[in-house]
């Protein structure tokens, strides 16, 4: 599995290093990571593994994300193990989501420099397009499921707080808001 991601970097930089060398419109400033389509703020974000709204299913119905969790351990009075557990699914979540990153932009370059290179057609088309769904659904899985895993290590009052500090839910003029748990 290693050497696929491996392949898939190395696959990566040259492309970006095709793309950049096939780039005559003397735009100096151009980077050489540009792809039309997607921002670079959204390449830099699937490659650093951040959750881009993946997870947002989850964290609107009360299934809490590591990373904000980890953030907000004070005011939830996380137990050391419950802080343990929450580092790990971050870390879990964080290095598959960067390899999946990296593979999607790789496919979303790959498509890009189909169409600059017209090469493409309508059967590499659907290839291109089922890949890059493929893998944007593995993707959003990840960042799904750190949030369920998440939800089973806190309890119900630090899921009700953690809620509320993220803004979702105002605790009620006195803290008696409903308790409608998901």
């Given at each position: ?122 059967s590499s088309l659907s290839e291109h397009t089922r890949k890059i769904g493929e893998i944007e659904a593995r993707l959003r899985a990840v960042h799904l499921a750190a949030h369920l895993q998440q939800a089973s290590v806190m309890s119900d009052v630090q899921i009700k707080q953690y809620m ?19």
């Open positions: 599995m290693r050497s696929r991601a491996v392949v898939l970097s190395i696959l990566l930089a040259l492309v970006i290093r095709d793309v950049s060398a096939s780039d005559h419109s003397g735009h100096v400033d151009a980077k050489p990571h540009e792809i039309k389509a997607l921002p670079a703020s959204d390449i830099a974000g699937l490659l650093a593994g951040k959750g881009m709204g993946y997870g947002k299913a989850a964290e609107l119905n009360g299934y809490p994300g590591p990373k904000h969790v980890l953030e907000l351990s004070k005011e939830l009075s996380l137990t050391p193990e419950q802080q343990k557990k929450t580092q790990a699914i971050f870390a879990q979540m964080e290095a598959a989501a960067k390899k999946l990153g990296a593979e999607l932009v790789a496919a979303e370059v790959a498509l890009d420099h189909a169409f600059k290179n017209k090469t493409i057609n309508e509320v500090l993220r803004g979702y839910e105002d605790a009620g003029a006195h803290g008696h808001g409903k308790h409608h748990h998901h």
